[in-house]
């Protein structure tokens, strides 16, 4: 059974708007970072946000301004509001749950797709 659920990705022409979410169970939620990374095609995965249990973000300079990530904690669920989308920005998209010295928890990634 999936740890992280992820669900939102699709095809958006540029400039346009699209919402991942990642929902979770709370044991993996609450003790974790939460964050998305993404990977397109025949580049490594890297990091788009993050954000800890208290609520502190982090952004990859190529989303800042654009991109805004979120937490429900009654939901168990991290979001990701992506705006004024990029086709640079279409790539295999990952939730991913980090504690220090454990292993990560992965998504199976959700496709987002930009068309110029």
């Known amino acids: 059974q999936a740890q992280l659920v992820e669900s939102g990705g699709g095809l958006v022409q540029a400039g346009g708007s699209l919402r991942l979410s990642c929902a979770t169970s709370?044991?993996?939620?609450?003790?974790?970072?939460m964050g998305w990374y993404r990977q397109a095609p025949g580049k490594q995965r890297e990091l788009v946000a993050t954000?800890?249990?208290?609520?502190?973000?982090n952004y990859a300079d190529s989303v800042k301004g654009r991109f805004a990530i979120s937490r429900d904690n009654a939901k168990n669920t991290v979001y990701l509001q992506m705006n004024s989308l990029k086709p640079e920005d279409t790539a295999v998209y990952y939730c991913?749950?980090?504690?220090?010295?454990?292993?990560?928890?992965w998504g199976q990634g959700t496709q987002v797709t930009v068309s110029s």
């Open positions: 991913n749950a980090h504690k220090d010295y454990r292993p990560d928890y």
């Open positions: 954000i800890t249990s208290g609520g502190s973000t």
């Open positions: 709370r044991s993996i939620f609450m003790i974790n970072r």
